[in-house]
């Protein structure tokens, strides 16, 4: 994946600085052409601020949630930037403090308040965080920025205004979903969270919301639960960030991050606890794989499939293939979270001091998984797995449970290929061949990568102290072949006289089209999207 690139002047550190939000558009000079059919908007996600008042935000989801915008129309480029003003930000800009815990950050009672009213304060229960810094998605005809709680926020995308607050548990039972939900054609969402099922005991729904409605109602109050997918620990789900769809079956990977929900909600509401601090590892359960049928939704409970521990939070693509489901995942190897490495005292470290905390961590690789429909009792201790294309595994066990085996597709000490892409129009739930993805070099983001997943080659754009983000896949308009398109990245450059750019590669050879400088620096960014 390129060669190993230091980064000795530690730069990185730019992109976990606060920023101000800007007044209006600023334009952007332009280097090379951009296509001329290239006209929309690049939508992003990610924190712009970092501390406030004299209190820091201490993990990397948690800073206030920062929306961008790369408008692109007739050959010219303007960038924007807003502040989501949700219940967090106004609150915590208001007092001058961390009102509302985050991921990693917890809020403390207001010092001005006498001892008894601060007593009463931390036992009013939890107050969930509607700081949508992860992504943005249509539903209907509206959009929305989200976290993995159960608030969005409906936003507009042309003035950046916030809109809406809204809470998912008053249309769904779901104690969140995830930022990452599936789309198909017609604007019909599916997405997965996790719920109180049986018994009172931990589940996932996967839901469905409807596309834009004829009578312009909310599309929301239309939305149903599918399919309940149990839980392999009565009150500990598992921490889940996405999941795999084809045209038939949808796919649930249960890892042994948990959340121990007893401590969720006991320690929450006597002392100062986070999010993180009710995350533990199973280090005995494995990795599971859940499957449901689409249409009819059902759970398919004679399919056990287990593997090895991994950490997964991206899904690449998943689809069916001659009676198999091929599932191609981010991974990282161990129960040990992820997570636990991403708090910004270590992202913004010096460089030897990164690499010496991401020793410690998970190692990542993309793997191929790959799980036989048809399963019969007498092929016991058979590899089930015909599909000539892959190394990939499963074997079926006495006790019923099938055993998988990946193929590995990309792996790097310390080299992650993650924040996958694919042409998802083209390719979501259908056999492929191209991924994009973001290349993180002991974590810190320093390139771009394609990886054919067929043949293992790879494709990498890098320049020296750039930093940038997932890349967006963009069709050519009447394209025939899956990687006839270009890629969108907004990348910093932080010595540079305009150190944020947003960078337009041709997703084929992975070279450079054009770039749009602009002058201000651009804090990291997660997910986003493409709007025509």
């Not at 398919?300 to 599932?327: C, M, P, Q, W």
Request: charged share 20%; hydrophobic share 35%.
């Amino acid at each position: 994946m390129g060669s190993r690139v230091e980064h000795p002047a530690a730069g990185y550190k730019k992109i976990f600085e606060t920023v101000e939000e800007l007044n209006e558009p600023i334009p952007a000079q332009i280097t090379g052409v951009l296509p001329s059919w290239l006209g929309g908007s690049l939508l992003r996600m990610g924190p712009g601020l970092f501390e406030v008042g004299d209190e820091h935000f201490h993990h990397l989801f948690d800073g206030q949630a920062l929306m961008h915008k790369f408008d692109l129309k007739d050959g010219q480029v303007t960038y924007y930037r807003k502040f989501i003003k949700t219940d967090a930000y106004v609150r915590a800009m208001t007092e001058n403090r961390v009102v509302i815990t985050e991921f990693g950050t917890a809020a403390y009672p207001d010092p001005c308040k006498n001892i008894f009213s601060r007593f009463f304060t931390y036992f009013r229960g939890i107050e969930v965080t509607d700081n949508c810094l992860v992504n943005i998605y249509p539903i209907g005809e509206d959009f929305y920025a989200v976290t993995e709680t159960n608030y969005i926020t409906k936003v507009d995308p042309d003035s950046l205004e916030t809109l809406e607050k809204v809470d998912l548990c008053k249309y769904l039972s779901v104690n969140g979903v995830t930022a990452h939900p599936h789309m198909e054609a017609d604007g019909t969402v599916y997405n997965i969270g996790n719920c109180f099922g049986k018994n009172m005991s931990l589940a996932y729904n996967i839901v469905k919301i409807p596309p834009a409605q004829k009578d312009k109602s909310d599309p929301l109050e239309k939305s149903q639960v599918l399919v309940q997918l149990p839980s392999s620990e009565r009150l500990k789900p598992s921490y889940v960030h996405s999941f795999g769809m084809t045209d038939n079956h949808f796919v649930f990977v249960e890892q042994p991050v948990k959340i121990n929900l007893l401590k969720f909600l006991s320690a929450w509401s006597v002392r100062a606890t986070t999010y993180m601090d009710c995350f533990e590892s199973n280090e005995s359960m494995g990795t599971w794989f859940h499957l449901a049928s689409k249409d009819p939704a059902a759970y398919l409970s004679s399919h056990k499939f287990r593997t090895s521990a991994f950490n997964v939070f991206h899904h690449i693509n998943t689809y069916e293939d001659e009676g198999f489901i091929v599932v191609d995942l981010c991974t990282w190897k161990g129960h040990d979270f992820v997570y636990n490495y991403l708090y910004l005292a270590n992202l913004k470290e010096e460089w030897e001091e990164v690499k010496k905390a991401a020793m410690k961590a998970p190692q990542p690789e993309v793997r191929r998984y790959v799980l036989p429909l048809d399963i019969h009792s007498e092929e016991q201790g058979k590899n089930l797995v015909a599909l000539p294309y892959t190394t990939a595994t499963a074997v079926l066990h006495s006790d019923g449970t099938i055993w998988l085996e990946p193929e590995v597709l990309f792996s790097g000490p310390r080299q992650a290929f993650e924040f996958p892409q694919i042409n998802y129009s083209l390719c979501s739930g259908k056999k492929y061949s191209f991924t994009y993805g973001l290349g993180l070099n002991h974590f810190i983001p320093d390139r771009i990568v394609k990886l054919d997943v067929q043949t293992k080659e790879t494709w990498v754009w890098q320049e020296d102290d750039c930093y940038p983000s997932e890349p967006l896949f963009v069709q050519t308009p009447g394209a025939t072949e899956e990687d006839d398109g270009v890629l969108l990245s907004i990348v910093v450059k932080p010595g540079a006289e305009r150190p944020g750019f947003l960078l337009v590669l041709d997703a084929t050879k992975l070279t450079e089209i054009a770039r749009a400088e602009v002058d201000t620096i651009i804090p990291v960014t997660f997910h986003g999207m493409y709007r025509p």
